[in-house]
């Protein structure tokens, strides 16, 4: 029986880059296939091609045995394509059963009105044949990002898809969520349906698929059975080199406080106060860890540091002055550099080039802009250094940075920042969407960092991140710090337990809430270096 | 880096795929434009009556208005007949240039504002308050100087006045929305209407000429005029005010391209929140680029007074909200303004000659002309219909790159 799907020597060839070079793959039918590859390695270009985005260079699109020639998406999907991508493409205020339907409704009157009750009937069979937990009356913006993504697979099956691609379907999915979509393709191939999958987390290609190729810049360099395989030999094959998965952090030598927050409470946008009533302070020469689930007041805490935000009480002081109500500008002149959480609405000007994009932050009294004026030669030799020592791909500085993935974007924002000279680093979720082999290198670039005398604030909701490298750890839960623990005498049970909101001491009493996410599906620590990279607002 | 290689660099930019995209589109909006246009004057010719030796013949068919001359006259009696033997530096092409000048302070001002993220549609309030300070204070200066010193202090004196007035005047609504968040296209509107009166209000009192009918100041002294170098003397146009145009654009140009100024302008315009992140001043920043532009559109009015009228009457025409047309003709982008000033100064000055040398209604030439920027304004509608074109199947978005810009444009085309 002919394979589901055959790429058959893909080749795609961009002005000046190969994005594909003779790729093969081979899916067979009911089975999950996961495309596996460091950022930029080619993957999205692949399914593109499949999808009818591309058009390959050279080489054949195969389904069941039948050679396509897909000029639009349109034909894909005729051809039963169905691609769900990393930000959804749906109506927030429609319904589930009007975003499944849009465009392919059933119509009645002759065709001069939509069939809705017909709609309904039909979005409530397909979710049952595939035991699909979607309301279909409920509107898009009031449900969870995961039954969202459920409703762009129905959309995807209701025009008649028999294969699925998703693209890094996990990204934006808490870890609970990343279990029922892992149901949920569990009954998509029992049912025949056929399953490509991009990622970069070696743990979800094993757990989810059946077979893994494994793409390194644009070629594909192996094949192999996700039973048969280890986390190691596949983190070798996707970065070309052996790759260590766990951090050494070592020691350094401390020195004198660089930062301190005294009594900090902030409000969050709506009024409603998030951070109340934290103290810590950030020496030179050594990181300082925030661990704890999304959303329990690291962002305004790390905005009201680096400030965005004004604080409603307390004191931060940074290099002995009190910057409390200090502009931003101030504090980056200060030598305050920042890895912002959200790398598409303020680390990087979406529209400009990566030249542009390296001068964000040091627009005013530094080398590169002396008087006013802006050297751009010397602007993009700078931004070409970063991109060098970063990996940032596609190696071009006239890149506009929209155009780059998600984990590249991270890479040059983490590369400006670190290459600023400074004496506090605030790194907010610092390898978010980074892949395996560039999260090992910014890690090592942060503790060299911390080993010139650099004082560094690390948030991130990766557990093992956190603890790896901090030498002293916060928990945070709804606003304050539960403890500062020594990360190498606490176990991640017992992190875990904090972030939840138990007090150390405390029997059973905070309520467990928000699930630890730290050991939430039981791995070993330091097994996976981006497991938990949970509800994270990972957008390409 | 040498002054070759840099010659080399930007030439380099302006053939590159996008600049060359551009000039394409331009000229086909253009072509079907006039297309249109012509299918239109014929079939006005046809519902109209005309005596048979006025009629022109095509296809066998009578029509009263003849495309061809209409078209001719619009383009090239705009640009004095240069190739009949006709042309005069005091001619039509004067007046183009004329108009052109004036259009490109405007288009400036309001291509600053824009590239700032803020709609400023108050250039036409800036440029009226400008031109009535300019006309105030050169007459009151002109009574210090005179003769050709007169004119080299009072030329740069009045441009001086009307900048620093229409830039404070452009001042207020960017106060007014940096420190109490108020609308800036409420605000914009709403001193346009402000000036005007204040204006008419000065002038038909404290300030009217006792000898003149009209709502207007005392003229200026002839010394204190833009001299006509060269050409133009009857035409109200001067080479030297075009020249400072000129300047202008460059210097914008530099501006926002080279100064650190510009690129905290750039970045606030299109995305806010990265230029808080990068230490931008938000307020500031509005502050500035709305005096800024309030500058270029009160300088806009110095012109008008010093080149044109020689004197302040109310009653300005709209070369502000020209200038919002103009600006956005040109993508916002300074060099682009230079361009799209000179096309609108054709067309504005191409109508006049047209109405004189045709039967063609004066409504009927303005909807050549709105066609025409109609066309031009919609350069997706052409990438559009090149993509549907057999042959030209490969799509524009080359993005060598996993994930995200891609697989977005991917999604609008799954809809």
Redesign the interface.
């Known amino acids: 029986m002919p394979s589901a799907v055959h790429l058959d020597g893909i080749t795609k060839r961009f002005p000046g880059v190969v994005a594909n070079d003779d790729v093969d793959l081979e899916v067979e039918r009911g089975t999950v296939h996961a495309l596996l590859g460091e950022n930029g390695a080619g993957k999205t270009t692949l399914m593109n091609v499949l999808y009818g985005l591309y058009e390959p260079t050279s080489g054949e699109v195969r389904l069941d045995g039948k050679t396509h020639a897909f000029g639009s998406p349109r034909d894909a999907i005729d051809a039963g394509i169905g691609m769900i991508h990393q930000h959804f493409m749906l109506v927030d205020p429609m319904t589930v059963t009007e975003n499944i339907t849009l465009g392919n409704e059933p119509r009645k009157w002759g065709g001069l009105a939509v069939d809705r009750a017909g709609s309904r009937e039909a979005v409530v069979e397909l979710a049952d044949r595939y035991g699909f937990d979607v309301d279909p009356d409920a509107r898009i913006e009031d449900v969870s990002v995961g039954e969202q993504q459920r409703v762009e697979i129905l959309k995807a099956l209701y025009r008649g898809a028999d294969t699925l691609i998703l693209d890094e379907p996990t990204a934006v999915l808490t870890p609970q969520e990343v279990g029922e979509l892992f149901d949920v393709l569990d009954e998509l191939t029992a049912q025949g349906k056929t399953i490509i999958f991009i990622t970069h987390k070696l743990g979800e290609a094993m757990r989810a698929a059946d077979e893994i190729s494994v793409l390194r810049d644009g070629r594909k360099v192996g094949s192999v059975d996700a039973d048969a395989t280890t986390q190691a030999e596949l983190a070798e094959l996707m970065v070309g080199r052996e790759v260590l998965l766990d951090v050494d952090h070592g020691t350094a030598e401390t020195g004198g406080v660089v930062a301190s927050v005294s009594d900090v409470a902030v409000d969050d946008d709506r009024g409603v106060r998030a951070v109340d009533g934290v103290s810590f302070e950030v020496r030179g020469g050594e990181v300082f860890g925030i661990a704890g689930v999304d959303g329990n007041g690291q962002s305004e805490l790390v905005e009201a540091v680096t400030g965005l935000r004004t604080p409603d009480a307390g004191e931060i002081r940074f290099r002995g002055e009190d910057v409390t109500t200090a502009s931003r500008r101030d504090r980056i002149d200060a030598g305050m550099a920042y890895v912002p959480e959200d790398r598409q609405d303020r680390g990087l000007v979406m529209e400009f080039d990566l030249v542009e994009n390296g001068l964000l932050g040091s627009q005013h009294g530094t080398e590169l802009a002396a008087n006013g004026r802006i050297d751009w030669s010397k602007t993009r030799g700078h931004a070409q250094a970063i991109i060098d020592e970063y990996d940032v791909r596609p190696p071009d500085a006239d890149t506009d940075a929209e155009s780059l993935s998600g984990g590249n974007q991270q890479k040059f924002i983490v590369g400006r920042e670190f290459e600023r000279d400074p004496e506090l680093v605030v790194a907010s979720h610092p390898t978010r969407g980074v892949d395996v082999g560039s999260i090992e290198f910014i890690h090592e670039r942060l503790l060299e960092l911390r080993q010139q005398g650099v004082a560094i604030l690390l948030v991130s909701s990766k557990l093992e991140e956190v603890q790896g490298l901090s030498d002293r750890l916060a928990v945070v839960y709804e606003g304050e710090f539960i403890d500062v623990v020594d990360p190498d005498e606490t176990t991640e049970e017992e992190l875990g337990l904090l972030m939840a909101g138990e007090r150390p001491g405390d029997d059973g009493g905070g309520g467990g809430e928000p699930e630890p996410t730290g050991n939430a599906d039981g791995t070993e620590r330091g097994g996976l270096a981006d497991r938990t990279d949970a509800a994270g607002g990972e957008r390409a | ?1 040498s002054t070759a290689d840099r010659a080399r660099d930007a030439l380099a930019r302006l053939v590159d795929a996008s600049a060359t995209e551009r000039v394409l589109i331009s000229t086909a909006a253009l072509v079907l434009s006039v297309l249109i246009g012509a299918v239109l004057v014929l079939v006005a010719g046809r519902m109209t009556t005309c005596t048979v030796g006025e009629a022109v013949y095509y296809f066998g068919t009578g029509f009263c208005y003849d495309p061809v001359v209409v078209f001719d006259r619009l383009f090239l009696g705009a640009l004095g007949d240069p190739f009949s033997g006709g042309w005069s530096p005091n001619g039509q092409f004067a007046v183009t240039l004329r108009e052109s000048t004036l259009l490109l302070f405007t288009g400036l001002s309001v291509a600053l504002a824009f590239r700032a993220g803020i709609f400023n549609i108050g250039t036409q309030g800036q440029m009226v308050v400008g031109a009535l300070a300019t006309a105030l204070g050169v007459l009151w200066a002109s009574s210090l100087v005179s003769g050709a010193l007169g004119t080299v202090v009072l030329i740069p004196f009045g441009l001086f006045v009307g900048a620093v007035f229409g830039g404070l005047y452009g001042a207020v609504p960017g106060l007014l929305k940096a420190y109490a968040d108020a609308n800036e296209v409420i605000t914009t509107i709403m001193l346009n209407f402000i000036a005007t009166g204040i204006a008419l209000y000065l002038v038909s009192g404290v300030f009217k000429d006792p000898e003149s009918a009209a709502n207007q100041t005392v003229p200026l002294p002839e010394f204190a005029q833009f001299p006509a170098l060269l050409f133009g003397a009857q035409q109200d146009f001067s080479i030297v005010a075009l020249g400072f145009g000129l300047l202008a654009v460059v210097a914008l140009y530099y501006v926002l391209e ?4 510009g ?2 302008v750039r ?1 606030s315009g ?2 806010p ?9 938000a307020k500031r920043t509005v502050v500035a680029s709305l005096t800024l532009s309030g500058a270029l559109g009160g300088i806009a009015g110095a012109m008008y007074v010093m080149m044109v009228l020689g004197t302040f009457q109310t009653g300005i025409p709209a070369y502000g909200f020209d200038g919002i047309t103009v600006s956005i003709l040109a993508g916002n982008n300074p060099l682009g303004v230079g361009v799209a000033a000179l096309l609108f100064g054709v067309l504005k000055s191409g109508t006049t000659v047209v109405q004189f040398a045709t039967d063609v209604p004066p409504q009927l030439v303005g909807v050549l002309r709105g066609l025409i920027i109609l066309f031009v304004a919609m350069p997706e509608f052409f990438r559009l219909l090149a993509r549907g074109l057999p042959g030209t ?3 524009p978005e ?18």
Request: proline share 0%.
């Open positions: 880096m080279h100064t650190a100024f690129y905290d970045t299109v995305q929140e990265a230029a808080e992140y990068g230490g931008v001043d199947g490969s799509k080359a993005v060598a790159t996993d994930g995200g810009a891609a697989g977005d444009r991917g999604g609008e085309a799954d809809e």
